[in-house]
């Protein structure tokens, strides 16, 4: 069942000139199942408003029925669900035809909604409760499983389709946040001073909360007549960043706005008054009435009572009566002296018939049948800011309005830097220091009267013009205002409390004058402890009332205290704006087209794509490897090997550069001639290895890991920087493709592609040649990593697929295969070779590596030699071994670990059945005891079972290196 | 709950810096294991004002080196009583934990962490996707398409704990053992004479101590300059953000190294994320723009139906890493001053641990068995304790 | 997000570049005790304060030394390595 | 008028080249060297053109029409290792983008503010385009900027179907080769 319409509190008045609302676009939509009409530039809830819905959602905690409160985002009282969209804020949120809404956090339906017990339960929840309660470790699991069910807002549909949003970055000189008086007159300024202007504000329209006031109206068509203001409406500043970066979300996307000055003229929020049952329906803020009425022609109610503290009160009264709107009485907290600063408009007010009782406070509001509120008792309140009960009476209405003050919205200020100081007289934060290039302007400025907040925006968007470059400005300020807007204590103790401090979290002064009481009477303290503020209107209506109850307590004042720190999101976001739409690059070699023909079977490799393997029909991907293996060891295969890190150092010093950089020895490296090359950190560990080949005199060009590339070439800029030795490097990585031929027949196939000999004497192991390969100019270097006789061919990357394309059709009719990394891991393990990452790990040295037959300790210098020296003395903790299991059965997998006597003696960190020879084999780390000791050792399987295993030396495949160096080869 | 301290006595038995979880829960076990109640607690802020409050709760055990499961195993252990000692409810709740592999060389690593938390008796093993799929159905395993899951860590006592409340317990439970908490009461300089720590300065006076513990996180750097100790300690922010509260429907913590993301949702519905380590050195709590777009980017790859979920807020704590990501703890070169750092991004789940070997160490002057490893001198002996492999991300 | 003044490229956003670490002087490896060397590996100036650092672009692959307040949050000045003007 | 287009351009020649007397060397050429770091010249010529970018103060890019054969004289000249000038072979991916929305476009994928540059400085831009490292040339077309932006070819093709993406989406059309 929908909500019952019996009050009809509210409804659609009759068509008035600058209504938002466009009556001949009736929008149908439907809320709880229930169709219901509205109009083009209704909000969601202005709109179910119209239609005499009486309460649109139910609270946090207790499930009380709730309504409108600041109809601006203020709280989150409206949360509903859209077309399966959780948290949408009704009050701000367009209506668009065909809507689906539902109330969200209720348990059967929004008016049978059965958690709405736990408001009759609540009085026995003390704040706390939470902490205080079920904490056995026998009965949390079954009391969080229930409080898991009752928590959380809206439901999030697991089948919601992710749609990208696309981001932007903008550039301005001046944004201006706020489009009121102030905003609009600071947007002027500025543009007159030459800047480019962006001004946001999160409304539909310019003009705040302002209502209609012709000069304010020339102001802002002026706005949208300049050609360097861009307007923004219905945007929010959603976080203010370093050096002026602003997130600006709209209804389409995020944008990223770089502006040179800020001027923050974000305004003021009104804050509620607080008292016993102040979050019935029908209670609301002013401004909220005024917006429903003004805007949308919502009648707040019929019979008003107006809860007054300022000035702006008395205007409002006027403003509705003026609209037809009948309000009986207005319960004025202050004297009379007090409120002399409304004297002419009280006395308008009360021409027209408006009781005004001052120095009277509201005590409880009374809630009608349909939940709604119909009267309020209140009575006088005495020096201490009590009402004493005695003396209560009662006047039947069916809306009541909160004009008691106002908090600055200066949580975007505070984020961006900006500190602020309580104003006694103005009983309100205002901006103290503000960071370069910020200025504040209008009401958060504390400039309350509408011809100065125009003057204080016209005075902040001038200086804010100067700031990015454009004209002069003096810093005349603009006098803050003299009254008080805002009451020092709008809140009212009650026994049986329900008088709400913050509505998101359903908090009340009990809650936390408790919390305070238990010794959490710091702001920050009461606010983690009571939760006040951490809803998701972000303490916007709460947090100012909870400081002066804080204070209260502790008999200082709200400065005293200060703002707790303000973060962004100032409004939540979606995370698909700020995702945007998630930009993912993959880095391709120049073969990937290559291999994707030929069946390529893809795996990450850092953010590059390599083809793992080589489906082919009728194959398996054990028996695709194995195949793959078999034509490198027994004919010959090609290996895309373009993902390796390529750099070449140029210079007359460049020897010198490898020398240091490198553990081994480069500077006497022959021209023509390569070697392997191990790189370490200062601390000593092995962070890169690569292939290192003299070019000529003054040139070198080498090798990194596939993973290492970015990192160690950025490094070696770094240091070279540092050092300023007399050399300069290329990073050829994407530009040279690169492939591995390698197998016994390798040579023969290549050499009538090739224009260089190569035959042993000429071109041996280890050798580099500049030549031509199939037309293409070649860098060829006699490797051996596979183990066989073999070249590593590098070409420019424009060249790579004629290359490949040459090399297979060579091959073709000789048992050649493309190759995979799975194959390579075979090919490379057979031999022995360790892999930097795999085999080692992030303290590994080369010592434990098995590594320093690589390493030059003769050398002068090269890093991590010196923390090598005590390294070497202070002895290895690990070593790398090669082991052998012989059994068959299921084999050990990387990472199960060598135990022996209980004890976890080192782990495996390469292995894989070898077929070549016929025998499982790997590489593990282990303590130096097991690696001297060349016995059995054992190591955990996958079920926890024992694998017997033995060290035995590498390479376990020619360890001779007959095969690559060729000396068996035809 | 708590008192508060109008005087600031002229010495004590010991002082403390740092009223977050770890100060306070050595506070609380040298009052009630070592009958040490003539202790003050120095804070120059508020109570757990600091990372305590500011980390993302996670609580598990899953490390790589037995130092570390050894360690973090006996916190778990501690944990599963705290709310019971403290008649406080913490909120511990029982996850399980997974740590995602995106790569063969991701699940190698996890292979590696499994084994030896077996081997110590932690519950941890390395599953593949379909586990993971079956455990959380409504993960795309694909991840958008660029990180596909090919298996994780499954550590089923992960657990998230309310984690303000953990300093309130500790802080109430020392107090009401005679411990004074002082907050809003900065510790400006240490007072050594002949190699020994006699007092400390405050921005309220000097106090007198014969015993000194340091447990400030991202302050260390400071606290250690003024007694001129050298420190590996470099300190980066680390981010986190939550969204608005909904209703439930994550139980595990999730964690994905590849991708920069660990989530959880807490027990008022909110997502609570994280991710990696900002890029640079900073000793302030900024939040960046950059840090919710690519964090929010990543968890709709993992759960691309959490588009229209909003961030409520961002923040951020200071990350006092060290070079091998294991804690700096324990005696120092300074007799009477102790050590309680390095806890990067991993303190909050080593607090009762922490306060137990802490207190132990303070009230013996010798380092509690299960912190030798952790001894600030490792580093000059070369002797670092290999966290790193693992702790690519933490947590 | 934070803007940093690339000696060569200009103000770009702080993204665009890689931290480097602190500028740190190497002790001289040969005459050097155990412990100083050690001191210079794994020790670090931790401390909030003003800082030199290297800082390279990432796009255009320049390193460069960058003055920044770690406590503040403020890039104090930026030079090419070597400047005449950088600070010792 | 051309709202936006992406061309793809990988067919033109480049070259580069770096050292202490690159400039010096490529000067001897006769070729016109930009004064200041990051800045470029432009000669234009019955191929359409040549664009030589100083990156940085001792590195060159130069690219021009493949028919020409001024890039080839250059390449041969640099291969022979003259003293102080070292070869960067340059394989880089680029697209030339222009229309009046081109600064819309980039301002989706780059942080750097375009429309704010003043061509007249023949600015050579390098920065990170959804995190890849562009080298981006602007030159004034007759009536809009066209922009041309190089990147490692092994980026490429995931950059350009990236890029493609954003430039529909944003009502523009990407044109695979050059029209």
Redesign the interface.
């Known amino acids: 069942m929908a909500p019952s319409r019996l009050g009809h509190v509210m409804r659609r008045l009759d068509p008035h000139p600058g209504e938002w609302i466009d009556r001949s676009l009736p929008l149908g939509f439907t809320f709880e199942g229930r169709e219901y009409h509205g109009f083009s530039g209704d909000t969601i809830s202005s709109a179910l408003a119209a239609e005499g819905v009486t309460y649109l959602a139910r609270s946090f905690k207790y499930h009380r029925p709730r309504s409108i409160l600041s109809f601006a985002n203020h709280d989150s009282n409206v949360l509903l669900c859209v077309d399966g969209v959780p948290n949408v804020r009704g009050d701000v949120t367009p209506l668009i035809a065909g809507m689906r809404i539902e109330a969200v956090n209720t348990h059967g339906g929004l008016a049978l909604d059965k958690a709405r017990i736990l408001d009759y339960l609540g009085r026995f929840l003390p704040v706390g409760f939470y902490y205080k309660a079920f904490h056995s470790r026998r009965y949390f699991a079954y009391w969080e499983r229930l409080f898991r069910r009752m928590t959380g807002l809206g439901q999030v549909s697991l089948h919601a389709v992710r749609r990208a949003t696309p981001k932007r970055y903008g550039f301005c000189d001046v944004l201006v946040i706020g489009a009121g008086p102030s905003g609009v007159a600071a947007a002027l300024a500025a543009a007159r001073a030459g800047a480019s202007v962006t001004l946001v504000d999160e409304g539909m329209r310019c003009g705040g909360s302002a209502v209609s006031h012709a000069p304010l109206q020339k102001l802002i068509d002026e706005v949208y007549q300049s050609a360097s203001i861009s307007v923004r409406p219905q945007t929010e500043a959603s976080g203010c960043y370093a050096d002026h970066w602003v997130a600006l979300v709209d209804r389409v996307r995020l944008t990223k706005m770089r502006a040179k000055a800020v001027v923050f003229a974000t305004g003021v929020i009104e804050q509620p008054a607080v008292f016993r049952n102040n979050d019935l329906p029908g209670v609301m803020l002013a401004t909220a009435a005024l917006a429903l009425l003004s805007r949308h022609r919502v009648s707040p109610g019929r019979r008003i009572v107006m809860i007054a503290a300022n000035l702006e009160a008395y205007e409002a009264c006027l403003a509705l009566s003026a609209q037809g709107i009948r309000v009986e009485a207005i319960i004025d907290l202050r004297s009379q002296q007090e409120a002399l600063d409304a004297d002419a408009e009280m006395q308008n007010c009360a021409a027209l018939g408006m009781e005004i009782l001052h120095s009277h406070a509201p005590y409880r509001a009374i809630a009608g049948p349909d939940g709604a509120v119909c009267g309020l008792d209140y009575g006088p309140l005495d020096p201490n800011l009590r009402v004493d009960s005695r003396k209560l009476r009662r006047i039947s209405c069916d809306a009541l309005l909160m004009s008691v003050g106002w908090a600055a919205a200066a949580q975007l200020l505070q984020q961006c830097g900006g500190k602020t100081r309580f104003c006694d007289s103005l009983q309100q934060f205002i901006p103290d220091e503000l960071p370069t290039g910020t200025f504040a302007a209008g009401r958060m400025n504390g400039v309350y009267e509408i011809a100065a907040r125009i003057a204080d925006g016209e005075r902040a968007g001038a200086l804010a013009a100067a700031h990015a470059g454009h004209g002069r400005a003096g810093d005349a300020p603009v006098p803050r205002s003299t009254r008080r807007p805002s009451h020092r204590f709008p809140i009212i103790d009650h026994p049986a409390a329900r008088n709400f401090v913050d509505f998101d979290e359903d908090l009340q002064v009990k809650d936390l004058e408790n919390a305070i009481q238990e010794g959490f009477d710091s702001s920050e303290l009461l606010k983690r402890y009571s939760t006040v503020g951490m809803g998701p209107s972000q303490g916007k209506h709460s947090h100012m009332n909870a400081l002066r109850i804080l204070a209260r307590a502790r008999g200082i004042s709200p400065g005293e205290l200060g703002l707790t720190t303000a973060r962004p999101m100032y409004h939540p976001v979606p995370m698909k704006y700020l995702a945007g739409r998630s930009f993912h690059i993959e880095r391709r070699t120049p073969l990937d087209s290559d291999h994707a023909a030929i069946g390529a079977v893809w795996m990450p490799a850092g953010n590059w794509r390599r083809p793992e393997y080589y489906a082919r029909t009728g194959e398996n991907r054990e028996q695709s490897v194995a195949a793959e293996v078999r034509a490198v060891r027994n004919a010959v295969g090609l290996i895309d090997v373009g993902t390796l890190g390529k750099i070449e150092v140029y210079g007359a010093q460049a020897g010198i550069f490898l020398d240091r950089v490198y553990a081994g020895r480069l500077a006497d490296l022959r021209v023509g001639m390569t070697r392997y090359g191990l790189m370490l950190d200062e601390s000593g560990v092995i962070v890169d290895d690569g292939v290192v080949a003299r070019l000529g005199q003054e040139a070198f060009y080498f090798t990194t890991t596939t993973g290492g590339s970015a990192t160690v070439f950025r490094e070696l800029l770094r240091l070279n920087a540092q050092w300023g030795l007399d050399c300069a490097l290329v990073n050829v990585t994407g530009h040279r493709a690169a492939v591995n031929f390698a197998g016994p027949l390798s040579r023969d196939i290549l050499q009538p592609l090739c224009n260089v000999d190569l035959s042993e004497a000429a071109f041996p192991y280890l050798a580099l040649r500049e030549a031509c390969v199939a037309g293409i100019a070649a860098r060829l270097l006699r490797v051996g990593f596979v183990g066989e006789l073999g070249y590593e061919i590098h070409v420019p990357a424009g060249r790579a697929h004629e290359l490949w394309q040459a090399l297979m059709e060579a091959g073709r009719t000789l048992g050649l295969r493309a190759f995979g990394v799975e194959a390579q891991r075979v090919l490379r393990l057979e031999k022995g070779h360790l892999i930097v990452g795999q085999d080692t790990d992030g303290l590994t040295d080369p010592i434990e590596a098995n590594a320093m037959w690589a390493v030059g300790m003769k050398k002068p210098f090269f890093i991590g030699q010196r923390s090598l020296k005590i390294l070497a003395a202070r002895g290895p903790r690990q070593l790398l071994v090669g082991i052998e299991i012989s059994a068959a059965g299921r084999l050990p997998r990387e990472c199960h670990l060598l135990i022996r006597d209980g004890e976890i003696a080192g782990r495996v960190t390469s292995i894989l059945r070898s077929q070549t020879l016929g025998k499982a084999i790997g590489l593990a780390m282990v303590v130096p005891e097991l690696a001297a000791s060349a016995g059995e050792l054992a190591i955990r399987g996958e079920g926890g079972e024992m694998i017997a295993a033995k060290i035995v030396p590498t390479p376990f495949y020619d360890p001779q290196l007959l095969r690559q160096k060729a000396v068996t080869a035809a | 709950m708590f008192t508060r301290h109008d005087s600031l006595r002229p010495g004590y038995e010991a002082v403390i810096i740092g009223a977050g979880g770890h100060g306070l829960a050595a506070a609380y076990y040298l009052a009630r294991d070592h009958g040490m109640r003539d202790v003050a607690v120095l804070e120059k802020g508020y109570l757990g004002g600091g990372n305590t409050g500011r980390n993302t709760t996670i609580i598990r055990s899953n490390y790589l080196t037995p130092e570390g499961v050894r360690f973090y195993d006996e916190s778990l252990r501690l944990w599963q009583d705290l709310a019971t000692d403290f008649d406080l409810n913490l909120f511990y709740s029982t996850r399980g934990h997974f740590t995602l592999a995106h790569t063969d060389a991701a699940m190698r690593t996890m292979r590696w962490r499994a084994e030896v938390n077996k081997h110590l008796g932690v519950r941890s093993e390395a599953v593949d996707a379909a586990f993971v799929k079956r455990m959380i159905p409504m993960i795309d395993l694909t991840c958008a398409g660029h990180a596909p899951i090919v298996g994780a860590l499954f550590h089923e006592p992960g657990a998230i704990a309310r984690h303000d409340a953990v300093a309130w317990g500790y802080g109430r439970g020392a107090d009401r053992r005679g411990v004074q908490i002082h907050q809003q009461t900065e510790v400006t300089g240490i007072r050594v004479k002949a190699g020994r720590v006699v007092g400390v300065e405050t921005t309220r006076g000097f106090v007198a101590t014969p015993k000194v513990l340091c447990a400030v996180a991202g302050s260390t750097p400071r606290i250690l300059d003024m007694l001129g100790l050298r420190t590996p300690i470099y300190v980066h922010p680390l981010q986190a953000m939550v969204s608005e509260p909904v209703k439930r429907w994550l139980d595990p913590i999730i964690v994905s190294g590849s991708l920069h993301v660990y989530v959880s949702q807490s027990a008022r519905g909110e997502l609570v994320m994280g991710a990696s380590l900002d890029p640079y050195e900073l000793h302030q709590t900024r939040s960046t723009l950059d840090f919710a777009e690519s964090l929010s980017s990543h968890m709709l790859d993992m759960f691309p139906f959490l588009g229209e979920v909003k961030i409520n807020r961002q923040w951020a704590g200071l990350a006092d890493m060290s070079p091998d990501f294991a804690p700096i703890m324990g005696i120092t070169a300074v007799e009477g001053f102790f050590l309680d750092a390095g806890w990067g991004t991993w303190g909050f789940k080593a607090t009762p641990v922490c306060g137990k070997t802490m207190s132990h160490t303070l009230a013996t002057g010798r380092n509690h068995p299960l912190i030798e490893g952790f001894s600030i001198d490792r580093f000059a002996r070369y002797q670092l304790t290999g966290e790193k492999g693992a702790a690519a991300v933490g947590h | 997000?934070?803007?940093m003044v690339c000696p060569?490229?200009g103000p770009?956003?702080i993204?665009?570049f890689?931290?480097?670490g602190?500028v740190r002087p190497m002790p001289d490896?040969d005459s050097?005790s155990?412990?100083e060397?050690?001191?210079?590996?794994?020790?670090?100036?931790?401390?909030?304060g003003i800082?030199r650092?290297?800082w390279?672009?990432?796009?255009?692959?320049?390193?460069?030394i960058a003055e920044r307040d770690?406590?503040?949050?403020i890039v104090v000045g930026t030079f090419p390595?070597?400047a005449r003007d950088a600070p010792a | 008028m051309n709202q936006l287009t992406l061309q793809l351009m990988n067919e033109r020649a480049r070259v580069g080249c770096k050292g202490p007397r690159a400039a010096e060397w490529l000067s001897g050429q006769g070729l016109a060297i930009p004064a200041g770091p990051n800045s470029y010249s432009f000669a234009p010529d019955a191929y359409g053109g040549l664009v030589l970018a100083r990156l940085g103060s001792s590195e060159f890019f130069l690219e021009h029409d493949a028919a020409g054969d001024t890039l080839r004289r250059v390449a041969a000249g640099i291969a022979t290792w003259p003293p102080g000038v070292y070869p960067v072979l340059r394989e880089d991916c680029g697209w030339l983008l222009s229309g009046v929305a081109a600064e819309a476009m980039l301002a989706e994928v780059c942080s750097v503010d375009f429309a704010a540059l003043d061509l007249s400085a023949r600015p050579v831009i390098m920065t990170l385009m959804v995190g890849v490292a562009v080298l981006i040339v602007p030159l004034s077309g007759a009536s809009d900027r066209q922009y041309r932006i190089w990147c490692d070819p092994t980026y490429g093709s995931s950059l350009g179907e990236t890029l493609q993406r954003v430039i529909v989406e944003c009502g523009g059309a990407y044109l695979g080769v050059t029209a």
Request: hydrophobic content about 35%; some cysteine.
């Open positions: 997000m934070k803007l060569l490229n770009r956003a993204t665009e890689a931290y480097g602190a490896p050097c155990d412990a060397w050690s001191d210079y590996v794994f020790n670090r100036a931790g401390s909030p800082k650092e290297w390279c672009h990432i796009a255009s692959g320049y390193w460069f770690t406590a503040r949050d390595p070597g």
